[in-house]
């Protein structure tokens, strides 16, 4: 035999490595087998998507609506002006193939108290609107078709009691938390006299959904900022220009089942700078709350006349 070692190697079934020398025999040690571990995926939720519109019917839908408007004089005083109603929304025609629908909007039962004095002109706020929106809250068209005149008592607040538009523009895409749009939106408001010119941008965010007013509502809130100007001249008085920053926001709930607003809340807030011909000038301040909290809807007959 050869007097070199000869060595050969061999696999043991049990994962031994075996070794073996014609001199001295070594022990065999065997390797220790970790058992693979396998981990799991992790699991990513899936974003809820959410489609945002509007699903008016037939019949006639009411508002249990109240605005508080404060006015702030330069002195300090206060003066609020306190607006309650049901707002009238009576559907005229609804065309699901083209995606729009027509509708007048107006006030009933309408009571506005000033300095402990209810304004008796409650036309001069009150006209009735007719509007046609698709269904994501584009207006289309807008007509006064009652011609109501204002009354100097009412003339300057009227852009905050008249019904509001309450209809939000609504994104065409599918949402999840935390999207948001931007709208623009210019109003003009005529008065005996004069006009008054608003000029806002929103910012909409989508905040969610909640369980409230009997379904599960998407909560829709909005940021404004812009400016106001106008002028007015009643009989024998002299000018007056007006002009301010505009902020506020407001939320929204829109039912996901009906496709109906069940809730809005708002808040505006406008310091107001008074200029005349040939007096000081003056600043004044005018905080606006409003909620529209929804009473009932797909209504045949209301019975409510404009201003009832």
């Not at 009238?88 to 083209?98: E, H, M, Q, S, T």
Request: glycine share 8%; net charge neutral; with cysteine.
């Amino acid at each position: 035999m050869n007097t070199l070692k000869q060595i050969s190697r061999m696999w043991l079934p049990s994962g031994c490595l075996f070794v073996l020398f014609l001199g001295p025999a070594l022990p065999c040690v065997a390797q220790e087998v970790k058992p693979k571990v396998v981990l799991p995926k992790e699991v990513v939720p899936k974003e809820e998507r959410y489609t945002l519109r509007y699903k008016p019917q037939l019949g006639t839908t009411l508002y249990d609506a109240e605005t508080v408007v404060t006015h702030t004089l330069e002195n300090g005083d206060k003066f609020p002006i306190i607006s309650r109603a049901q707002l009238v929304w009576k559907n005229i025609a609804v065309d699901l193939k083209k995606g729009i629908w027509t509708f007048d909007r107006y006030y009933g039962r309408l009571s506005t108290i000033d300095r402990d004095t209810t304004i008796k002109e409650i036309g001069s706020i009150n006209k009735v609107s007719r509007l046609t929106f698709s269904m994501d809250g584009q207006e289309i068209h807008q007509e006064v078709i009652d011609t109501a005149i204002l009354s100097e008592d009412a003339q300057f607040l009227s852009y905050f009691f008249r019904a509001p538009r309450m209809m939000l523009p609504l994104p065409l895409a599918l949402v999840t938390y935390g999207a948001s749009w931007m709208d623009d939106r210019i109003d003009t408001v005529i008065v005996p006299g004069g006009r008054f010119r608003y000029s806002i941008h929103y910012i909409y965010e989508f905040d969610g959904v909640k369980d409230t007013l009997g379904g599960t509502a998407a909560i829709i809130t909005s940021v404004q900022t812009g400016t106001f100007s106008g002028m007015q001249q009643r009989v024998g008085e002299q000018q007056l220009l007006f002009n301010g920053p505009i902020t506020g926001r407001d939320t929204t709930y829109l039912n996901l089942l009906t496709g109906r607003i069940v809730r809005r809340d708002s808040y505006v807030n406008i310091p107001v700078h008074v200029q005349t011909e040939h007096g000081l000038p003056s600043s004044d301040i005018l905080d606006v709350h409003s909620s529209y909290v929804l009473n009932r809807s797909n209504i045949r007959s209301t019975g409510l006349k404009r201003g009832d």
